[in-house]
């Protein structure tokens, strides 16, 4: 099956085929750094993060750029507020984002440009705008003239006659039309400002995308992401101008991603339920995190509910569990032959390549985790005959790769539980020495054959979030399940 991608232009699947054979180019809209990441922030960084693993995997050449956007007016209305820098907000921002993904264990971009870095390639295009009728300049200010542009809308299918002025739009009594957006802001009082041939000033925060974007990735690109909430103004804006300055298709496929909700409710400050990467992984191991993110289709909204997360935190325990058996009964951290690929792997594939489907691939990969736990169990104690046991490898082999793509199963078992304990037992306050004497005591109890006294054990221990996990020789294993 060929890869095919909803692209948000058309509002269909069409058939993925690149500029140039195999060589991907794709841009990806980064953060304005002005405070820390949220959870629809770490949607979107995921869900390309899984998209270019897949791509590589698939044997494409990929150059992922993924930008900062560090001079903005909320960047500005920070640093007057806390009396930093501009630049100095940004960092400590960008410093943070840096941290917050990295513990999702998101792969860094092939390339990280700031929109400070480009004021040159902004002037130049803003340049051309002018010349070719498609901007004016009133004051110091240059907007881009929407009227000029006969197909303004078409990504957001927004027609100018529809649209309400003052929907995330300046209003401007200047303007010649309400819709004109800014590309280039006049020097105002404490703000940064950089030379232009319309006096000093600083950009407007689309043409930065389409100036960066451009230089990097060349006047046509492969594929644009980001939030669904970036279609309408941003990405239609960029549309506009970047066609309008270069007489040529933009972006060949556009992709976004859904919202993120919590507990049935918009994500909003206003509502007291934002939620932070980071206030995130204070209460959820990073692959629960991820788990949860790749668990619904990427255009889905999906929902941060306390119910949502265990069911995450229950998939990445099985996965590592599955992991441990496959671990003891082979006594070997991975398969003999890793880089072979079987039928599980072509199944996972042909879910990817419907519009990277992970939720179907996550179906798909459990389904095998099911079926390769019946196998163990089966042989549990016997003699593993050849051709069961290269079939097994094969399976193992196959996971792990997946696991790879959505980013998940990239511990080993044992660190994985431990880590697991170790915070389980800081936040419950629990001493290891008492859950210990417990299973002690337990099993005394089944030797005895008191098997009601064992079972209100298990509950008690249960009740602390502590899971056995009995063995034909007893109980050794238990897992912290928060």
Not at 68 to 77: A, E, G, L, P, S
Not at 136 to 143: A, E, K, N, S
Request: hydrophobic share 40%; net charge negative.
């Amino acid at each position: 099956m060929a890869l095919t991608i909803y692209n948000t232009i058309s509002r269909t699947k069409e058939p993925f085929e690149t500029i140039e054979p195999m060589k991907v180019r794709m841009y990806v809209c980064g953060p304005t750094v002005y405070d820390s990441a949220h959870i629809g922030h770490a949607r979107a960084v995921v869900t390309f993060d899984v998209i270019v693993r897949y791509l590589r995997a698939k044997g494409y050449a990929v150059t992922y750029v993924r930008n900062f956007t560090d001079v903005d007016d909320k960047i500005i209305q920070k640093a007057n507020q806390t009396g930093e820098s501009c630049q100095e907000i940004a960092e400590r921002y960008i410093d943070e984002f840096h941290r917050d993904m990295d513990a999702l264990k998101v792969e860094r971009p092939t390339l990280e440009p700031r929109a400070t870095g480009h004021i040159a390639d902004i002037v130049r295009i803003v340049e051309k705008l002018i010349a070719g009728g498609f901007a004016y300049v009133l004051d110091g200010d240059v907007y881009f003239a929407v009227d000029a542009f006969p197909e303004y809308g078409k990504l957001s299918k927004r027609k100018l006659d529809q649209l309400e002025a003052g929907a995330r739009v300046d209003v401007d009594g200047r303007k010649r039309n309400p819709f004109d957006f800014a590309l280039w802001k006049s020097s105002k009082p404490d703000e940064p400002w950089w030379e232009s041939p319309w006096g000093r000033g600083r950009p407007g925060w689309h043409i930065e995308c389409s100036a960066m974007s451009s230089a990097l990735l060349g006047e046509t690109i492969d594929i644009h992401g980001g939030g669904m909430d970036l279609i309408f103004p941003h990405h239609e804006n960029e549309v506009a101008q970047s066609e309008a300055a270069f007489g040529k298709t933009f972006v060949r496929y556009w992709i976004h991603n859904g919202f993120v909700n919590i507990n049935s409710e918009k994500m909003s400050k206003s509502l007291q339920n934002f939620l932070t990467v980071r206030e995130a992984l204070e209460s959820h191991h990073p692959e629960t995190i991820r788990m949860f993110l790749v668990s619904s289709h990427y255009r889905s909204p999906i929902d941060f509910t306390p119910k949502s997360m265990e069911e995450a935190g229950a998939g990445v325990d099985r996965l590592y569990a599955t992991l441990q058996r496959l671990e003891a009964l082979f006594h070997s951290a991975g398969p003999a032959d890793a880089s072979s690929r079987g039928s599980l792997w072509e199944r996972f594939c042909e879910a990817m390549d419907d519009d990277f489907n992970t939720a179907k691939g996550i179906g798909i990969l459990f389904e095998a985790i099911r079926a390769i736990n019946r196998t163990l169990d089966d042989i549990e104690g016997a003699a593993v005959e050849a051709p069961v046991r290269s079939a097994i490898e094969a399976e193992w082999a196959d996971i792990l790769a997946i696991g790879n793509i959505l980013g998940l199963m990239g511990d080993r078992p044992q660190a994985y539980f431990d880590q697991k304990k170790t915070k389980g037992l800081a936040e419950t306050g629990i001493d290891t020495a008492f859950i210990e004497e417990r299973i002690a005591a337990r099993r005394e109890a089944r030797k005895a054959r008191q098997w009601q006294q064992a079972d209100a054990i298990r509950k008690e221990l249960e009740a602390m979030h502590v899971v056995l996990e009995d063995k034909p020789d007893g109980t050794t294993v238990w897992k912290i399940t928060q």
